[in-house]
């Protein structure tokens, strides 16, 4: 799935890689999780889904995100321009969403709603974890933070990982696979925050493995992430070597 860049902030309040607007609704507002979305058609066979709640009259939080049609349950794109009654769901381990609204060839519009999975909410305080608030678990949902995700992450030593960092590594794909990567070039015991910058800034297991053919075989993450932002590529390096 593509995935834009968020903020820290946006991190914690569903919005990375969504766009946020004021202040999203509050936990005590789960039990009625709800708000109307916006679906376009791509011409690739995937879509753009946005989707948009009012917090308690006092304020919007909005999300734009890209999925694939196969994400969803229930979902088809129409073939003809006229629009009909539309009803899917994205369902995950953290909870559902339902859809109800419209849907034509090029898109369609209606309302959603969501209910949390009480098995997961329970499965997390067995792991360790705190019980997530509602926009936690709204979150959790919305970018698959599943039970086996959590448990593989587990397995590799992030045992009891803050929610936020769960859901900026999921993100971001910082995740198990992205960990055994760089595991194999000798990077072990990073931080949830080293994992994350290091896949923004694509310091990731082909840069890694250039730069110690080129002889810099024990950077540190950040040393490796300083190098990508300020374009100290191997092509850079070895420029620099051709020049003695």
Do not use: C
């Not at 995935?3 to 919005?15: K, V």
């Not at 794109?77 to 769901?89: I, K, L, M, T, V």
């Amino acid at each position: 799935m593509k995935r834009t860049l968020g903020t820290a902030l946006a991190l914690l309040l569903l919005a990375a890689p969504f766009a946020v607007a004021a202040t999203p609704p509050s936990s005590a507002e789960t039990a009625s999780s709800s708000g109307r979305w916006i679906l376009d058609f791509d011409r690739d066979g995937g879509l753009q889904l946005t989707m948009k709640r009012r917090s308690g009259g006092h304020g919007n939080w909005t999300s734009s995100d890209d999925y694939k049609v196969s994400d969803f349950q229930g979902l088809a794109r129409p073939a003809g321009s006229a629009e009909s009654p539309a009803h899917f769901q994205l369902v995950r381990d953290a909870g559902t969403v339902t859809f109800d609204g419209s849907l034509g060839a090029t898109g369609g519009s209606g309302s959603f709603a969501f209910a949390g999975n009480p098995e997961y909410v329970a499965a997390l305080g067995k792991m360790g974890y705190r019980a997530p608030d509602g926009d936690e678990l709204f979150a959790l949902a919305l970018h698959d933070v599943s039970r086996a995700y959590i448990q593989e992450l587990d397995a590799l030593g992030y045992k009891k990982v803050p929610l936020d960092d769960l859901l900026s590594m999921r993100i971001h794909g910082a995740g198990p696979e992205f960990i055994r990567e760089l595991k194999a070039l000798g990077y072990t015991g990073l931080s949830p925050d080293d994992l994350v910058s290091m896949r923004i800034h694509e310091a990731d297991a082909e840069f890694i493995r250039e730069l110690q053919a080129l002889g810099y075989s024990h950077l540190s993450a950040d040393e490796l992430v300083s190098m990508r932002i300020h374009e100290a590529t191997p092509e850079f390096v070895r420029a620099l070597q051709a020049l003695g």
